[in-house]
């Protein structure tokens, strides 16, 4: 399988160096910075290295014709989702992303009502995709992605009904000589963060929260313990209930206090913003100025410790019809993701996982046509296959709550 790799930061040099090792993947790795793109490209003998601006749709698509691809994987940020996404259907090849169109919030009741949703702009292309087809996988990373797949496995092998899907992410990752580093973009960080968390929930449907609603004490494997977890704008409570029947989906995340303070302070001062603002005569986005002020996560992995961990928590009715609860996860230790693959763990957890979901795509085991995400496809080959790359998944069994 030829793939176009477009984009070379942590997450796309990860991916490189993941498919590497895999013999079905042969790529063309694609970045707006060329030594970037180079970089990535050192992982294999053959992969090829291009300079390519993610915005130019017609550039992406040529180039996607001229290697003869069969696939675009995108590792951008989501700013860049819809011109690739149109650029693999005018070229006709299957399209991969890690994270889905951007949302906006609604113009009157932002902390009530949903605006346009994360996604919307792709799921509006279905029929398209339907017809050339294609399959655009959307939201293959790890959340979402592998989250999504642990919620369509808990619905066809543990629950005969599900009450909740409550995707939690945790980790006790720490950056030596840091006094604030995030371990993956700020960019996507601040607008998951920081826009209204979306919920869904059986009757009412999708609606939105103010940002860190609903904090909660989360108790996560691998010696990580007990997290404050928050509601966060993410997609897997915008895929999840497309094709998995429960009664309310969430998403949240162990911020932290400190974490929580920084984004405040930057929503204070405007600073979150992605409009240009004239700074003499110059005209720069507030929200990039910020990204580049901070070191890029791709280089944070040999002052790393920790481990990070990111799993669905399920609760309901096993297939006993006795109550049930579960935690399905997949933890990652930086110092293994180190020394094995020479990428921090956040990075690396998230590339594995369209690897793993285009391996599937090219034998066959995982096949369709439209804008689907991984929950309308079977779970058991891709958590057996991600097992087979030497990084397997858990199962944790827990006590349920009473019921009322």
């Known amino acids: 399988m030829r793939i176009l790799l477009v984009g070379a930061g942590g997450v796309?040099?990860?991916?490189?160096?993941?498919?590497?090792?895999?013999?079905?993947?042969?790529?063309?790795?694609?970045?707006?910075?060329?030594?970037?793109?180079?970089?990535?490209?050192?992982?294999?003998?053959?992969?090829?290295?291009?300079?390519?601006?993610?915005?130019?749709?017609?550039?992406?698509?040529?180039?996607?014709?001229?290697?003869?691809?069969?696939?675009?994987?995108?590792?951008t940020d989501p700013r860049f989702v819809m011109p690739?996404?149109?650029?693999?259907?005018?070229?006709?090849?299957?399209?991969?992303?890690?994270?889905?169109?951007?949302?906006?919030?609604?113009?009157?009741?932002?902390?009530?009502?949903?605006?346009?949703?994360?996604?919307?702009?792709?799921?509006?292309?279905?029929?398209?995709?339907?017809?050339?087809?294609?399959?655009?996988?959307?939201?293959?990373?790890?959340?979402?992605?592998?989250?999504?797949?642990?919620?369509?496995?808990?619905?066809?092998?543990?629950?005969?009904?599900?009450?909740?899907?409550?995707?939690?992410?945790?980790?006790?990752l720490e950056v030596a000589g840091y006094d604030f580093a995030p371990t993956f973009s700020i960019w996507t960080t601040i607008e998951e963060c920081l826009n209204p968390p979306v919920v869904w929930e059986k009757g009412q449907g999708w609606f939105t929260t103010p940002p860190f609603s609903e904090p909660e004490v989360f108790d996560f494997p691998a010696g990580i313990g007990p997290v404050e977890c928050v509601n966060v704008e993410h997609e897997e409570v915008l895929l999840m209930p497309r094709?998995?029947?429960?009664?309310?989906?969430?998403?949240?995340?162990?911020?932290?206090?400190?974490?929580?303070?920084?984004?405040?302070?930057?929503?204070?001062?405007?600073?979150?913003?992605?409009?240009?603002?004239?700074?003499?005569?110059?005209?720069?986005?507030p929200r990039d100025v910020v990204a580049a002020c901070l070191p890029d996560p791709a280089t944070l992995g040999d002052k790393m410790t920790g481990v990070t961990c990111a799993g669905t928590w399920v609760t309901g009715t096993g297939q006993d019809g006795a109550p049930r609860e579960v935690y399905l996860h997949h933890v990652v230790d930086n110092a293994w993701s180190m020394a094995e693959y020479g990428s921090q763990a956040v990075v690396w957890q998230t590339a594995v996982n369209p690897v793993v979901a285009l391996e599937l795509i090219d034998s066959g085991a995982w096949s369709g046509t439209g804008v689907l995400g991984p929950e309308a496809l079977p779970p058991v080959p891709f958590l057996d296959l991600l097992a087979d790359y030497g990084s397997p998944w858990a199962c944790e069994e827990r006590t349920p709550a009473p019921q009322p």
């Not at 990535?40 to 290295?49: C, F, I, S």
């Open 12 to 75: 796309g040099t990860a991916f490189a160096r993941i498919a590497a090792r895999r013999p079905f993947a042969d790529l063309v790795i694609a970045d707006y910075d060329l030594a970037r793109a180079q970089h990535a490209a050192a992982a294999k003998d053959g992969y090829h290295a291009v300079q390519l601006d993610a915005r130019d749709e017609a550039a992406t698509a040529a180039l996607l014709t001229e290697h003869r691809c069969d696939a675009l994987m995108n590792a």
């Open 84 to 172: 690739l996404f149109n650029a693999a259907l005018r070229a006709g090849t299957h399209y991969l992303d890690m994270a889905m169109s951007l949302s906006h919030p609604h113009p009157d009741a932002p902390y009530r009502q949903t605006g346009v949703k994360l996604g919307d702009d792709q799921f509006a292309l279905d029929d398209q995709w339907q017809q050339a087809g294609k399959l655009a996988l959307a939201g293959m990373g790890v959340e979402p992605g592998l989250s999504d797949v642990f919620a369509r496995y808990a619905a066809d092998e543990l629950f005969g009904e599900i009450d909740q899907l409550g995707v939690r992410d945790g980790a006790n």
């Open 243 to 285: 094709w998995v029947d429960a009664r309310r989906v969430t998403f949240k995340y162990g911020l932290g206090a400190e974490f929580i303070g920084v984004l405040e302070t930057l929503h204070k001062l405007g600073l979150d913003r992605t409009d240009p603002v004239a700074v003499g005569a110059a005209s720069v986005s």
